[in-house]
């Protein structure tokens, strides 16, 4: 078995930190550490959620690994699993992290941080493998001083997995509001319960607090790449909003906004775990290009289950985007096979007899195909950018980007 190859010279626990939050404190917290290598695989066995799809589709899926000339095909194992202890440690440090002075901005800042309703907790996945996938000797590094080393960075990079999560999380308030929705995550929106006022000001409270915990880093670079990325998520919004007939119906427009609204976080954050681990600038760039491609993949499924999905499974409507005017790629490649269909689109889908015309010619297009097709295309430069890494014998950062190349698959194979 995989598990017991990468395991069988770890000890059958593992210490992981400190529950208090690493964003915030002052000090770093005292770390028992039994292997240095436990450090990077806290979990991995246990219940991961994974909501991407039932086990069957993700252990038929099978990928090898070429090492120093040698290689190891074995089957996958759940990436979710691999980090679920560190999970559930952020899952109740964001929750401790959200907590406000006005107990009513305080309900609303941690309700999508409530156990049960925290989402897929994927951004947070993909940053604690990186970690690991990155936790290589670096040149002149003194062995003595690489445990201690290695707890702090450990700390300061789950603190990027909680700033990621809660600039996310914002983001999904803010858009609720300007979706007008009424579900998110399966559950009632915020807006729908609280109002748009207090939805905004708990989207805006989650941004100040990432502030706070991104500040605490004291890494001017790391600061810039996750300022950029509020910018980059502002940006797309407004250019959903404001945008020409024209631009609706480019392919190009399209990747740029997706890019701003999905992908610059994730790409950017990984790029912030390569940073803090004192990465070369190859290597930072391999890891953004790394999330720049599983972002691009995964808003291309979103944007493709937008159509195939129901509403229970999705979470949240179907056929939303379409229904509020947002083209997206499946209906933009069915253009490219009918023409007829921008006209359609350019009378802005107020009649619902419009939006069963679109769907017609999407059905008779190969749009759908298509759009899955382009995702696989980035999910495969995403895996590419994993396989570029420079090579470690180490069984623990080996198997943490077999988990990071099985996430390009997962993504592409989910049906919610």
Same mark, same amino acid.
């Given at each position: ?52 799809? &039932? ?8 990928? !090898? ?24 440690? @952020?899952? &109740? ?54 445990? &201690? ?10 603190? @990027?997995?909680?700033?990621?999560e809660m600039i996310h999380v914002a983001s999904l308030l803010h858009d609720d509001v300007l979706d007008d929705a009424d579900t998110r995550r399966g559950v009632r929106s915020l807006n729908f319960l609280m109002g748009n006022k207090l939805s905004v000001l708990a989207g805006d409270f989650l941004l100040s607090r990432a502030c706070v915990a991104l500040a605490s880093l004291k890494n001017t670079e790391v600061v810039t790449l996750l300022a950029t990325v509020v910018e980059h998520l502002v940006t797309g919004e407004t250019m959903q909003m404001a945008s020409t007939s024209e631009q609706r119906c480019s392919m190009d427009q399209y990747m740029q906004k997706t890019y701003y609204k999905t992908a610059s976080l994730i790409a950017n954050s990984c790029k912030a775990i390569a940073l803090l681990a004192g ?42 985007? #379409?229904?509020?005017? #947002? ?7 069915? #253009? ?32 759908? !195909? ?16 994993? &396989? ?10 080996? #198997? ?17």
């Amino acid at each position: 078995m995989y598990l017991r190859l990468a395991l069988r010279n770890l000890s059958s626990k593992t210490r992981i930190l400190s529950t208090s939050s690493s964003c915030f404190s002052k000090t770093l917290p005292e770390i028992h550490q039994q292997h240095r290598s436990l450090l990077l695989l806290p979990k991995v066995f246990g219940g991961g959620d994974t909501s991407y799809g &039932n086990s069957h589709s993700f252990h038929s899926f099978r990928f !090898q690994v070429q090492q120093g000339g040698s290689s190891l095909v074995e089957e996958p194992v759940d990436p979710f699993s691999l980090v679920a202890d560190e999970l559930s440690l @952020i899952g &109740n440090r964001l929750r401790g992290m959200v907590v406000a002075e006005v107990p009513k901005l305080a309900s609303a800042a941690e309700y999508f941080f409530k156990m049960g309703v925290e989402g897929k907790r994927f951004r947070p996945t993909v940053l604690l493998l990186m970690a690991s996938a990155l936790n290589v000797s670096l040149p002149g590094s003194v062995p003595d001083a690489v445990a &201690n080393f290695s707890n702090e960075l450990r700390t300061r990079q789950q603190c @990027i997995a909680e700033i990621t999560e809660m600039i996310h999380v914002a983001s999904l308030l803010h858009d609720d509001v300007l979706d007008d929705a009424d579900t998110r995550r399966g559950v009632r929106s915020l807006n729908f319960l609280m109002g748009n006022k207090l939805s905004v000001l708990a989207g805006d409270f989650l941004l100040s607090r990432a502030c706070v915990a991104l500040a605490s880093l004291k890494n001017t670079e790391v600061v810039t790449l996750l300022a950029t990325v509020v910018e980059h998520l502002v940006t797309g919004e407004t250019m959903q909003m404001a945008s020409t007939s024209e631009q609706r119906c480019s392919m190009d427009q399209y990747m740029q906004k997706t890019y701003y609204k999905t992908a610059s976080l994730i790409a950017n954050s990984c790029k912030a775990i390569a940073l803090l681990a004192g990465q070369a600038t190859d290597v930072a760039m391999l890891a953004y290009n790394y999330g720049r491609n599983l972002g691009l993949a995964y808003q291309l499924i979103d944007d493709v289950l937008d159509f195939t999905g129901t509403s229970a499974s999705l979470g949240k409507g179907s056929l939303s985007d #379409i229904r509020h005017g #947002i083209i997206t790629a499946p209906i933009l490649f069915a #253009i490219e096979e009918f023409p007829q269909l921008q006209e359609v689109i350019n009378r802005g889908f107020s009649d619902p007899a419009d939006v069963d015309l679109a769907l017609e010619y999407l059905g008779k297009s190969r749009g759908i !195909q298509r759009a899955k097709e382009l995702a696989t295309e980035h999910a495969n430069l995403a895996a590419s950018a994993i &396989n570029s890494l420079p090579q470690s014998d180490d069984d623990n950062v080996r #198997i943490s980007r077999r988990a990071l190349v099985d996430l390009t698959h997962i993504v592409i194979t989910r049906t919610k």
